[in-house]
């Protein structure tokens, strides 16, 4: 059956074989990062998830959603048969007007209903992984990480939420350490891109490949860089924290919000003060803030509570640029986004400190005078700088 009609927005619907074709390119196209799928009622509703916020990109008639739904799964390698399950699989397609291939990742989910979707869309540009200043970082802060990725043994930690660029600092990281002269091996999941002289490995629980399996595995196969996609449990900080003693380089991530937070999550985890003192080398969190539409962005004065959370007395002297909203950036006063880090390096001192027992706040204070920048700080300047606005700035390092 062929369905060729109107969506609410007038827009022409191509025949639903071919709607989740066009969908993908369309989001591609949008620089989306997600694409949801859902239906309520009788209407089959996409959002489009960019520059991390979700919004509305298309309300369209439920009969093209079964369809949609199962031309998806084919793409995503997916077992078409199966609804009662979620599933998660990867495909591709080409894009015929630029010739160019989409990669994503696609993932169902059983709703009361029936079957949502989300497609994550995996960033072509974000593969380059180039150097550290490709991915955002200052020349000062890409020294933090070459310094860190350089030496022989330890770890390195990278946080944040979901979506806060752990992934492209991660693989950034690695693309700079493997070479032929190491053994580089990683445990992840997904694993979302393949590098030269890697050996990337998936994790699958569902036989027992777990992270904690696959790390004894890892240190049996001669590594000089292990990457284990996440800390998750006291069995996984152990083995990392003996693989990093043992004289391996070891990337990963933990989800905790700010970098102070992985001394007392590791705490938590069990990891003794002297361990992790004598391991951590760098944390690292980072933050996507919403940057001013240039179009409509004009100067205006933040309200008394946001200088109040920036430090500022006021915002005297300080030009603050806020965007209006305008047809370029769908009324938001956004467009694009930009990356902020805060780095925390444990040097001698800082390692003293911690085996000493210091609370979070008196690591905080020693690293400040060295000269960390927090996130809030990192953020506060873009928004003094008029990169952002000074709300934005805030509200993403709450
Ligand atoms: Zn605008």
Redesign the pocket.
């Known amino acids: 059956m062929s369905i060729s009609q109107q969506s609410q927005g007038g827009e022409r619907i191509p025949p639903s074989e071919e709607f989740c074709d066009s969908l993908i390119i369309k989001a591609s196209k949008s620089r989306a990062s997600e694409v949801h799928l859902d239906f309520y009622e009788s209407k089959f509703y996409i959002r489009f998830r960019v520059d991390g916020i979700l919004e509305l990109a298309g309300e369209y008639p439920f009969e093209i959603y079964d369809t949609t739904i199962r031309k998806l799964k084919v793409l995503g390698q997916l077992n078409i048969a199966e609804v009662r399950l979620p599933q998660h699989g990867r495909g591709q397609l080409r894009d015929p007007a630029t010739n160019t291939m989409i990669e994503f990742r696609v993932s169902t989910f059983p709703t009361t209903p029936g079957e949502a979707a989300v497609i994550h869309l995996i960033n072509k540009q974000e593969t380059v992984f180039e150097n550290f200043e490709s991915i955002g970082m200052s020349p000062d802060e890409a020294e933090l990480m070459k310094d860190a990725i350089h030496k022989p043994y330890g770890m390195i930690l990278v946080v944040g939420p979901a979506g806060s660029g752990k992934t492209a600092t991660l693989y950034t990281a690695l693309n700079q350490v493997r070479s032929i002269q190491k053994n580089v091996i990683t445990l992840e999941d997904p694993v979302e891109f393949k590098l030269q002289f890697v050996r990337h490995a998936q994790i699958m629980p569902s036989v027992g490949f777990t992270f904690a399996e696959g790390m004894k595995a890892v240190l049996r196969q001669d590594p000089d860089v292990v990457f284990i996609g996440e800390i998750l449990d006291h069995e996984i900080a152990e083995i990392a924290v003996r693989a990093a003693l043992s004289g391996r380089l070891v990337f990963s991530s933990i989800s905790t919000n700010d970098s102070m937070g992985t001394i007392t999550r590791f705490l938590e985890l069990g990891i003794p003060r002297s361990f992790l003192a004598s391991t951590l080398l760098l944390t690292v969190s980072s933050r996507f803030l919403r940057k001013n539409?240039l179009?409509?962005v004009a100067p205006y004065v933040p309200a008394d509570r946001f200088l109040k959370e920036a430090g500022l007395a006021s915002a005297d002297g300080i030009k603050f640029l806020k965007?209006?909203?305008?047809a370029?950036?769908e009324q938001s006063?956004y467009?694009g986004r930009v990356p902020i880090f805060e780095f925390f390096p444990v040097d001698k001192e800082i390692a003293g400190l911690i085996v000493e027992g210091a609370s979070v706040l008196e690591l905080l204070q020693a690293a400040h005078v060295k000269g960390m920048k927090t996130m809030r700080e990192a953020a506060v300047e873009r928004a003094m700088a008029g990169e952002t606005t000074l709300e934005e700035a805030i509200y993403s390092t709450a």
């Open positions: 539409c179009q409509c965007g209006g909203g305008c370029n950036c006063g467009l």
